[in-house]
DNA sequence: CATGGACCTGTTTCC
DNA sequence: CCACGCAGGTCCATG
């Protein structure tokens, strides 16, 4: 299915700029960058594209404009834009990125609307406000080696420091892709860094999980993607094997970087949101995930990113 | 099995 | 402007 591979000028996209690659000659808005095309069917809005791109399940992407984002994927520099509805999007000519990609990537196939619909928001009037209010929010399918990584920074951290501390890391370890950006540097690499180089970059405590997961892995290969095809209870056992991470930093790399939709990590938006909304105060860590995967099944994930955006976003409030 | 403090450091709030 | 509490979690020691 080809999308029209239009170029956009308007002026937010800034002035056009030609070059060649090889023997061809490209239109391009901006240097290195392919053209823009659109996609034609998604349900994002606004606000939950937003939501998807910057609400704490992905620290790789950046605001560039009120309707335009900039992500990188791998290797792939992403751009998004969202005007009067009409999603395009564009990526890197040097380290390219598919339409086939971009939309497993951003989920938009009928799998999302069947999973809404399997969803207890008919019984359940909170996770039906939710749905409502940020109609079109979406689970990501990110790599999971990154995941991972970005998720050990995460303790006691805002969404801007992870972001900072992972990009910091990114630069000066991964390779460099223009625009100030840098890939994930991968565990291999990860690993002949000592945790000191680490600590200097501002991860505190967290250098020397990263430093533990990466001599973890060192010695197991093909560990990790094996682990990413386990069913959820067992890949999340086995997760927890390494240093640093916990119930919820393994529940995170499940559901945001090995789609397993029906990992519910509980953090301290969601045990209130559980605690306030669903009246389970006083009830432990554990009695409340059960209560979670019982009473929202299969895709629990997908609506503990709703009740999430909505304690964090004050939609209850 | 439940509870509580330590672990880094940037940011917020209070003198 | 400085000192102090706290933060999207995990680990380890206790009771």
Known sequence: MEAGA???????????????????KINSPEMGMDGW???????FTPLSLEETLLGGQSFVWTKKGSHQWRGVIGRSIVDLSLRNGRLSWRA????????????????ID???????????????????????AFSGLR?????????????????????SQIKSCGEAVALRYGEKLGFGIGSFPGWNRLCEV???????????????????????LASRSGWLEETASLPYEKAKARLMEMPGVGQKIADCALLFGAGKLEAFPIDTWMDKSLERRYGLEGWSLSQKLTFARV???KFAGLAQQFLFSSERRGIFA
């Open 139 to 159: 689970i990501l399918g990110q790599p999971f080696d990154e995941t991972l990584f970005y998720f050990l920074l995460s303790s006691a951290k805002s969404i």
């Open 110 to 132: 009928g799998s999302y609307d069947a999973a809404i619909e399997e969803m207890p928001w008919r019984s359940d009037p909170v996770l039906r406000e939710s749905l409502r």
């Open 295 to 297: 009473h929202f099944g």
């Open 92 to 107: 890197s000519l040097l380290h390219p990125f598919s339409e086939g990609e971009l939309t497993k990537y951003l989920w």
């Open 194 to 216: 000592p945790e000191e180089e680490l600590r200097k970059l501002k991860l505190g405590y967290r250098a020397k999980y990263v430093a533990g997961v990466a001599d973890f």
């Open 37 to 43: 095309r659109e996609i034609g069917k998604h349900s």
């Open 6 to 24: 239009e170029i956009f000028r308007s002026k937010d996209f800034g002035s056009e700029t030609k070059f060649s690659l090889g023997t061809r």
